[in-house]
């Protein structure tokens, strides 16, 4: 795997040994940051939860980003993640890495909130309690000006709106599909 643009541009980072994680293919995070681009800023603060190998998260970082956040339920993730950022020198001072699951960590109260966050989870699993959490406590986790973007399988359909958060757009590579929210 490597990084596409910004500051590690080019730079690879280590894949994890299993077949368990599916990361963000080259081409879809090329896709994601192609649109997110213009809203990454020195003072953007990113959230990449089920972050696995921390490529999405390292891509944010790499384009500017001023801070990024990854959260993943295994050990073994976050070791991969930590490994990520040790190799591409990437100042601790820009990130956190917190091995917690998606659903404990969206429910429990959040002293920062988040310009934009990535969520992709396994497929399988359900997506509803994330949603709604993300949703209900917009305030506290998305920004008011914050995007959302799920990864999801595209036979998998999400809701166009939870509590204060609307769809906005889709993207379709593949099996793969991007939903874009934002707060309402």
Not at 22 to 33: M, N
Not at 105 to 121: G, L, M, N
Not at 149 to 154: G, K, P
Not at 158 to 177: M, Y
């Amino acid at each position: 795997m490597r990084i596409i643009a910004g500051e590690y541009r080019g730079r690879n980072i280590k894949s994890p040994s299993d077949y368990k994680t599916r990361p963000t293919s080259d081409r879809l995070r090329e896709s994601v940051f192609n649109i997110l681009n213009p809203q990454i800023t020195n003072n953007t603060f990113f959230l990449d939860l089920c972050a696995g190998t921390g490529a999405v998260g390292i891509e944010a970082l790499s384009r500017k980003a001023g801070f990024a956040t990854f959260v993943d339920k295994s050990r073994r993730a976050c070791g991969l993640i930590e490994e990520n950022l040790d190799l591409l020198q990437i100042p601790e001072t820009q990130t956190e890495v917190i091995c917690s699951s998606a659903e404990k960590f969206v429910a429990r109260e959040s002293e920062k909130a988040w310009d934009i966050i990535f969520y992709d989870p396994p497929y399988q699993i359900n997506y509803g309690i994330v949603l709604f959490n993300i949703g209900e406590k917009s305030s506290n986790l998305l920004k008011t000006d914050g995007v959302l973007i799920v990864q999801h399988h595209f036979k998998n359909i999400l809701p166009d709106a939870v509590v204060n958060i609307r769809r906005w757009r889709t993207l379709k590579q593949g099996e793969s599909q991007l939903s874009f929210y934002e707060t309402r």
